[in-house]
């Protein structure tokens, strides 16, 4: 396409623009005064916006379609850079450092700032878990939202009957969700593709139905409330001291999936998951059980969940089933694909900004969403990698092969 007929097209698409959204930007009703105001100058603003996004859009379209990718050339800075992380001990000395500067961020933000962080990282221990079904596994789940409140549901059950101690129960909502996992894999693991992502949607829903209604455990829609907040060895903390002590047991828990999960991509059950995704005939050709496999990875997942569900609970002191509903699951799911499917560091990019983007922009309140929607859009046309994509690992074999 030459740019004459690209810049007419967008013409096109700006005045369709214009037309559609006049009665909205242009005319401004005060019903109170019973006054009409008319805001020309949003014809021309909308118009140019509208025509500079079509035409880049169009632009980029015909790019991918020719072939051409954008490629970064690397910076002399980068360069260096790059130089010296892979110096021995450089990159040890570089992440001890970054620990210690997460580590102190509760201790110089405000309990506002802290709190909302602490939610970005349960939403990454949620997208790092996801990430084993969706990015290593190729397994669309779109119920994992329901893994999320088993493992909040545990803790709260047990805490309100039992007594059972926030310790106890991190553990507990884990093995209760890796079973619950393990239930609804059982039988919906021999489907896949969009047949599986609907049986799944199917089992969060009915999760969520069932809390609601079971009103002798779940207390309904009302949901649980005064769920107490953990403690250190019987020392309970004031509400700031608390915010912090949740805040590090996240970070804890955090690091200690990401280590998880690093060690099973490189195991040989990782690579086995790794080969159900890209083809899974010649997976089982080469005498891998799929089933097995599948039922490992959506146990690992389900469990993970738990254990971030048990800290959504004892972080927020309240949950009802509202707090697990599908848009939860949706937006975990985004947490994934936004920051690049099978990437770890991709995985925290994505949760940091779904989480954390929305509450910077507070400013623009009614724009938010269109906004994420937007970028969402742009993800998914120009970089449907993700931001940060997988890099495909390559084996190689050393030495001379033909004499053996």
């Known amino acids: 396409m030459s740019n004459i007929e690209i810049l007419k097209k967008s013409a096109i698409n700006a005045l369709l623009g214009v037309l559609l959204t006049f009665p909205i930007t242009v005319i401004k009703v005060n019903t109170i005064d019973r006054e009409i105001t008319w805001r020309w100058y949003m014809i021309l603003l909308v118009g140019s916006v509208v025509f500079l996004i079509s035409f880049l859009w169009i632009k980029q379209l015909e790019r991918q379609k020719a072939g051409v990718t954008f490629k970064f050339k690397e910076s002399k800075i980068g360069q260096r850079y790059h130089t010296t992380i892979s110096k021995p001990g450089v990159l040890k000395s570089v992440l001890i450092t970054a620990l210690v500067l997460i580590t102190a961020i509760p201790f110089i933000t405000s309990p506002y700032t802290t709190g909302i962080i602490t939610s970005a990282l349960i939403y990454i221990i949620l997208g790092l878990g996801l990430n084993i079904v969706v990015g290593l596994g190729g397994l669309l789940n779109l119920g994992y939202a329901a893994y999320f409140g088993v493992g909040a549901y545990t803790y709260a059950i047990l805490n309100m009957n039992f007594g059972v101690d926030f310790w106890v129960a991190l553990p507990l909502g884990g093995i209760a969700s890796a079973l619950f996992g393990f239930i609804v894999g059982l039988p919906v693991l021999r489907l896949k593709g969009d047949y599986l992502a609907i049986v799944t ?14 009103d002798s455990l779940t207390n309904g829609s009302s949901g649980i409330a005064k769920i107490p907040k953990p403690s250190f060895f019987g020392h309970t903390f004031g509400s700031f001291g608390s915010t912090r002590y949740i805040y590090l047991i996240a970070l804890a828990v955090v690091i200690l999936v990401i280590f998880i999960v690093w060690r099973m991509e490189n195991s040989r059950v990782g690579r086995s998951w790794v080969a159900m995704r890209e083809d899974d005939i010649a997976c089982e050709s080469m005498g891998i059980d799929l089933h097995k496999s599948k039922l490992t990875l959506f146990i690992i997942s389900a469990a993970i969940a738990g254990i971030a569900g048990v800290l959504f609970a004892a972080k927020n002191t309240f949950i009802n089933p509202q707090s697990f509903t599908v848009w939860e699951s949706i937006m975990i799911l985004c947490i994934v694909v936004l920051g690049g499917k099978g990437s770890v560091r991709g995985v925290i990019l994505g949760a940091l900004i779904i989480i954390l983007l929305p509450e910077y922009l507070r400013a623009f309140q009614q724009y938010r969403m269109l906004i994420f929607g937007f970028l969402l859009v742009v993800m ?19 030495g001379d092969l033909t004499n053996e």
């Open 201 to 214: 949607l199917g089992f969060g829903e009915m999760t969520r139905i069932v809390t609601e209604n079971f």
């Open 380 to 398: 998914m046309v120009f970089r449907p990698g993700g931001i940060i994509q997988n890099v495909r690992k390559v084996y190689k074999i050393e």
